[in-house]
């Protein structure tokens, strides 16, 4: 790795720290060559503080450690990436990451839309005279009708999916691929479970 530490006067190179598995930046800090040479030699990550100035392990007082998973070098070979699986909360005044977020595993769009329909869900519950605009939301009018009904909703998008499939049509098997994922992720939330959960279950299948 040909890092170039003498691009700046103080040797130092930034460190990017991020979550292997949630892909969420964690936090920022330098590394000089010392710094990485332990990082690499310990699998705990070390930076060269600039407060203290001396080498400092993310932890070494907490116990909130970073545990190296990889390290890359950028374009330019002065920016590290350097991937973790972290033990506890990263920022020292105790959230998940310095820029106080929640270091949550997210499946971009997917995950909107989980959101969308767990706040339609919870509006399901409240009185239907107080539910204002959102009565005419589709999501609420089917949880409405019960877990029978969403899990029947299902099964009939998997036989559009099925049908279409024998098909040469892409653009309706493509809608009622769709459909199904949609009406999936509603049946998961009805059930109290999550994406994370299935993902969850396919990541242990794939370590055996």
């Known amino acids: 790795m040909n890092i170039d530490f003498k691009k700046n006067n103080d ?36 930076f060269f503080s600039r407060t203290k100035n001396r080498l400092w392990t993310k932890g070494e007082e907490s116990g909130n450690v970073l545990n ?26 105790g959230s998940d990451t310095c820029w106080n977020e929640s270091n949550n595993e997210s499946y971009g769009f997917l995950t909107q839309l989980e959101n969308t329909i767990a706040k339609r869900i919870e509006i399901s519950k409240i009185d239907p005279d107080l539910r204002q605009d959102e009565k ?12 029978n009904k969403v899990a029947q909703k299902v099964g009939e998008e998997a036989i559009e999916v099925v049908i279409e499939a024998k098909d040469n049509n892409d653009d309706l098997f493509l809608n009622e691929s769709a459909d199904l994922l949609f009406h999936y992720l509603i049946l998961l ?20």
């Not at 930034?14 to 332990?38: C, H, S, W």
């Not at 070979?77 to 506890?88: A, H």
């Not at 005419?136 to 877990?147: A, R, T």
């Open 136 to 147: 005419k939301s589709y999501i609420v009018s089917l949880f409405d009708k019960g877990i």
């Open 68 to 93: 190296l998973v990889d390290i890359k070098l950028d374009c330019d070979n002065d920016t590290l990436l350097i991937t973790v699986n972290p033990k506890g909360p990263t920022c020292h005044k």
């Open 189 to 208: 939330q009805a059930k109290g479970f999550t994406l994370k959960d299935v993902v969850s279950i396919l990541q242990h299948r794939d370590k055996k």
């Open 11 to 46: 040797g130092l190179v930034p460190a990017i720290i991020q979550d292997a598995t949630t892909k969420n930046v964690l936090m920022f800090g330098y590394m000089n060559e010392e710094a990485l040479k332990k990082t690499q030699d310990s699998k705990l990550v070390t």
